[in-house]
């Protein structure tokens, strides 16, 4: 099966859950809020940070206040601040007062305010845009082991020197970003390894580091392992396992591996053989650009019915 070319992630911004992979720049975004019936009083009675993680924005924003006025140094209160600014949940949206607000967190040493800080910086937002001062918070928050700002470093390590890549430092961030959770640092060593760049060429690490990218919901991490497993690359060969990964990667929208799990439905390899199945999957593939000749010669083989199912498969994927 023909490898994708894929390249090394660009720089991601994401929160402490993981933001969606196979994107080159990625915002901070908090996950959407789950809003369950609570008890009377709950507002009252909860702390900021609890009334966040159950939606109740506005309640977070008037209780971190409040510990922010009994205490000048409570900077983790002053993160979830500018979180809320950031994101216009609980307060008007506002990336200045955002900016504003991370900044005296991170000034207190907190490596989440640290992070966000350096990522506003990076992007101009609601400050002048400045790499280096971003690098320099990133640094800060790296100093307190925060997997995303250790994996930005070393995209900035093979970014911000054209010409002259620091792969080997790149790969020492990466190794650090990975151990302390990053899926995106995971999958950034699958690539070094692979192409072998910062360390020598090492397939069974390439595989290694894909698949912990896989498991941590990297959808670039599960293509390039369900690779691996179908061509015994690194690894057992185990086409059913390189399915289920294409699978799981094709219903997050990936294409490549829409085109690759249509294959294999398509062929009955690793998965029992579903040919309206593997069509809806090369129409969802096909219409992002990826074009394949053999399967198009299967959709010619569908009934009318047959196509009509696939046609309103692609439509309820698509959300129609």
Do not use: C
Request: aromatic residues 8%.
């Amino acid at each position: 099966m023909r490898r994708a070319a894929l390249a090394l992630a660009a720089l991601a911004f994401v929160s402490a859950a993981h933001a969606q992979a196979n994107s080159d720049l990625r915002p901070t975004q908090a996950p959407e809020a789950v809003k369950p019936p609570v008890a009377p009083g709950f507002e009252e009675a909860a702390d900021p940070f609890a009334a966040y993680q159950r939606g109740f924005y506005a309640s977070a924003f008037q209780l971190a206040l409040k510990r922010v006025e009994a205490n000048k140094t409570d900077a983790a209160a002053m993160t979830l601040l500018g979180q809320l600014y950031r994101e216009g949940s609980g307060a008007p949206r506002d990336l200045k007062e955002a900016a504003r607000w991370f900044r005296l967190a991170a000034d207190l040493g907190d490596a989440n305010a640290a992070f966000a800080y350096g990522v506003a910086l990076l992007k101009g937002d609601g400050v002048s845009l400045d790499r280096a001062a971003a690098q320099k918070q990133f640094e800060r928050a790296a100093e307190k082991g925060h997997a995303e700002a250790l994996y930005n470093l070393g995209v900035m390590a093979i970014e911000d020197t054209p010409g002259a890549p620091d792969f080997r430092k790149a790969t020492d961030y990466f190794l650090r970003g990975a151990a302390a959770g990053s899926a995106d640092a995971a999958y950034s060593l699958g690539v070094l390894y692979h192409n072998g760049r910062g360390v020598d060429h090492n397939d069974v690490e390439a595989a290694t580091w894909f698949k912990q990218a896989a498991e941590g919901d990297n959808v670039p991490g599960m293509v390039e392992y369900a690779i691996m497993l179908f061509n015994g690359e690194g690894t057992l060969k185990d086409e059913a396992g390189a399915a289920r990964w294409f699978l799981k990667a094709a219903q997050r929208n990936n294409p490549v591996a829409q085109n690759r799990a249509a294959r294999l439905l398509a062929a009955g390899r690793g998965v029992q053989a579903n040919l309206v199945e593997a069509m809806k999957w090369h129409l969802l593939a096909r219409a992002r650009g990826i074009q394949d000749e053999w399967l198009d010669g299967r959709l010619t083989q569908l009934s009318a019915s047959q196509r009509a199912t696939v046609e309103e498969a692609v439509k309820k994927f698509n959300g129609g």
